[in-house]
């Protein structure tokens, strides 16, 4: 099934002043039209730092003049927080505790709170690992509640489930792979009623939904599970394109541009308006481990657990560079202005040149272990362990 | 078959019985009892956000949680009593309108009522947990003061927190008084971590404790010839040990006793290390009068477990994780010996960490109180 032309990657490319979503609110990763500081440590170049109420592995996300961020506490994991900072001092302006109503085990490694919020601006959703879904307004007012698997009673995965939500035209669209009750939906974002669910494989993935704009069908929502993707139309949910393949299971796959760029056995360039499924392209060395792959300017880049980055030409998948960064990698590397950043489990952050050296330009540490993908807005890099969020000071006016 | 994740409560008439009180001035002296219709009114809203559905309805909820939010101090405590018979979407809804107004009443919060709800184990232990948390924050030292007397506190969190307290007041004392208030806090603990924790500084102090003893784990089990799962075909197929599942009939029966601390009964052991197959396992369980209670498996395979013939549990699930009291379903014991019949289905994976085939599998109450023996 061939989805028609695509207009591009999705819209509302990271602006400098908010990052909405898991990689930003399109899911890209990448935020060219703002700079950070190349140097930080515990003791400098640090706006300020809150500690979080319980434990997490989500992104932080930056709606107006909040940065909110999720835990989860409690000796079952079962109380999940929503925090929200305020953007300039780092004073909590509130904070929701929320009881979880759905499985709260997970691997020690992971947290009930996995999944990183999403935001339209206006509203701030937040997902866990429970399959409880929340929408609050920016004072945290509870707008709508789901408790998804009270409603679908078999879903979830023990190790932890860590797909986030994803708004595209006013939906939240939330993936529940697992072997259990697996499903897709469209929730309304205004009201928290189904626009349309699906019925998924029963196979566990952890990654995350992403817009895809195509031509004949508008905003279509990309889901991906070990087996392949599947292409929906984001309005009614149905089924525009399917690709099969050996697919990573948490890496999300990245677009631009009329293409899809997969984890599978390397990096697969795709196109979803071919009727083969063939890739255009697949390049092994660009490997992917836990961190989804960034696409930016005429390059492709992935990182692997053990800390490759590796650099490709988008247009053939031609490799261009590999540079060994240091540690272990859960964190997706983002584009920030001209750089390539990518911080380790360690608290190492790696600032990498992005315009054709990839030479490391600086290396700074915080203490904790950071599995979150750092979030970043106007100039300041929100960087999230298990237990703080950090906010790097704004770069130095030229 | 019932999941206790799908127990709706009856209507709350204890609530309802506690708005009648207030309303009639029995209940509270400040500017609420002056306002008998105003606290009828939030309690009501209190209800119907605490009682809501999973789904549906959550403009009326937001607006029930906005009253919540505006309410005068005097009235945070009559809607606190409405977890009586919160559903657990009902106990988020209710959580974030008190959450919301205990922020706006800033230093206008009645920290007294708060103290006596959340010391009167007989309110609603959701309740009285969010208000212990309220204090913490406001009044640590009267929050703490409370959890003297809640060592057997029916709210988890509350119990859990008592017990910390009592064992750091001894963490100085001789070693023949820590272990003495160790052991009484063994016994006093359900939450299964702080039983290990618990239990492990008794061991490092020469103790000998059982710890799937005081956790509670059903020991004594036959295990069965096993079926076929080839392809998966077997968590659905009913071979005879489940077509009469209150008395279990097998060509072949072996004993097995559960091993080790997390009580596991492992039927590679047992039945040698295979792919691809189900296996039963039987064991008798007697109780003291009749009840309902939780039945609580742990296992990295697909299982179904039946009590007297009724199917409480089903998961198909493979080496996904495996944790003590992984799945939890309801059931009904009758007075006397009851039978407990599990199906463990191996798959046919290949990797290392896919080959372990077993369960752990223990009764309890609410809390998690161990209850059964077996003969």
Known sequence: MAAGVILGAAPGAATAGEWLGFRGGDGSGVAADTAIRRTWSEEEGIAWKVDLPGRSVASPIVVGDLVVATASSGPQQDQLHVVAVDRESGTIRWQRVFQATGRTLCHPTSAVAACTPASDGERIVAFYSSCDLFCLDLEGRLLWQRNLAVEHPRAGNDVGMGSSPRIIDDAVFVQVDCQGDAFGSAIDLATGEDRWSVTRAKLASWSSPLEVDVAEHGACVLMQNPRGLELRRADDGTAVWLWEGNVGGIAMAATAEGRVFVPSSGIAAVDPTADSGRPLWQQPKLSCGISSPVVFGDSVATLNNGGVLAVADRADGSLRKQVRLAGTFWASPIVVGDTIVAVNMEGTTFVVDAGGSYEILAENDLPGSFPSTPAVADGSLYLQSETALWKTAAAAQP | ?375
């Open chain 2, 1 to 375: 078959m019932t999941l206790i994740a799908r127990r709706r409560p009856a209507f709350p008439l204890l609530v309802l019985g506690f708005v009648g009180l207030f309303s009639i001035g029995l209940v509270g002296k400040t500017r609420a009892a002056d306002d008998p219709a105003g606290v009828a009114e939030a309690v009501a809203a209190a209800v119907r956000l605490a009682t809501a559905s999973a789904s549906g309805g959550n403009a009326e909820r937001a607006e029930d949680a906005d009253r919540i939010a505006a309410i005068a101090p005097a009235m945070l405590v009559p809607c606190l009593a409405a977890f009586a018979e919160a559903t657990p979407g009902g106990v988020n809804w209710l959580t974030n309108g008190l959450d919301r107004a205990v922020e706006r009443m800033g230093d206008q919060v009645p920290l007294a009522d708060v103290t006596a709800f959340v010391a009167d184990p007989t309110r609603p232990s959701r309740g009285r947990t969010l208000g212990y948390r309220w204090l913490q924050s406001r009044d640590a030292a009267t929050a703490a003061s409370l959890l003297d007397s809640m060592l057997d506190d029916p709210a988890l969190p509350l119990r859990r927190a008592a017990i910390e307290k009592r064992l750091a007041a001894v963490a100085d004392a001789a070693e023949p008084e820590q272990i003495a208030v160790h052991r009484e806090m063994l016994a006093a603990a359900r939450d299964v971590d702080q039983v290990q924790a618990i239990a492990a500084w008794l061991r490092e102090h020469g103790d000998e404790v059982d710890v799937s003893q005081v956790l509670g784990f059903v020991k004594n089990w036959r295990a069965s010839e096993t079926f076929d799962n080839v392809g998966g075909i077997g968590y659905a197929a009913v071979y005879p040990p489940e077509k009469q599942a209150a008395a279990p009939e097998a060509t072949a029966w072996k004993e097995v006793a559960a091993e080790g601390d997390q009580g596991a009964v492992d039927l590679n052991a047992a039945l040698g290390t295979l792919k691809g197959v189900v296996s039963y396992a039987v064991a008798e369980v007697d109780m003291p009068r009749g009840r309902t209670a939780e039945v609580r498996i742990g296992s990295p395979c697909a299982v179904i477990v039946w009590v007297n013939g009724e199917k409480v549990i089903d998961r198909e699930v493979y080496h996904a994780s495996e944790a003590i009291d992984q799945y939890v379903g309801e059931a009904t014991f009758r007075a006397g010996t009851n039978t407990v019949l599990v199906k463990c289905c191996q798959n046919e994976q290949t990797e290392s960490w896919a080959a372990d085939w077993k369960f752990q599998l223990r009764i309890c109450d609410q809390l998690g109180t161990p209850l059964g023996v077996q003969p």
